[in-house]
């Protein structure tokens, strides 16, 4: 059974930085893809970061690149996203997905979804 716990959300000040961490678990094979959507009050969810476990590409979308990093810790089983300069438009719940296919992701097409954590950015 897959299993994604997100961790590190939490309130910060516009222009500040946190980090999220999801550990996976409970993959069969090597490769598949983790990362992000996030969902504001009232908006549609959004695909924000995924990174591959087989060779490691990352996918951004266009509201977090150069603010977002993804990465991984193959060891740990453990995807995170450092997000920097944050907004008060990146207030969201922040969920930790995962799909063998990066085109699913990208299409919104799930497979597995953690809890979801908040993040709140303050003006």
């Known amino acids: 059974e897959v299993q994604l716990v997100e961790s590190g959300g939490g309130l910060v000040q516009a222009g500040g930085s946190l980090r999220l961490s999801c550990a996976a678990s409970?993959?069969?094979?090597?490769?598949?893809?983790v990362g992000w959507f996030r969902q504001a009050p009232g908006k549609e969810r959004e695909g924000v970061s995924f990174?591959?476990?087989?060779?490691?590409?990352?996918y951004y979308s266009d509201s977090v690149k150069g603010r977002f990093t993804i990465s991984s810790d193959s060891a740990e089983n453990t995807v995170f996203l450092q997000m920097n300069s944050l907004k008060p438009e990146d207030t969201a719940v922040y969920y930790c997905?995962?799909?063998?296919?990066?085109?699913?992701?990208?299409?919104?097409?799930?497979?597995?979804w953690g809890q979801g954590t908040q993040v709140t950015v303050s003006s």
């Open positions: 997905v995962a799909d063998h296919f990066l085109e699913n992701l990208v299409a919104g097409y799930v497979a597995y």
């Open positions: 409970g993959f069969t094979g090597n490769d598949y893809y």
């Open positions: 990174i591959s476990s087989g060779d490691g590409s990352t």
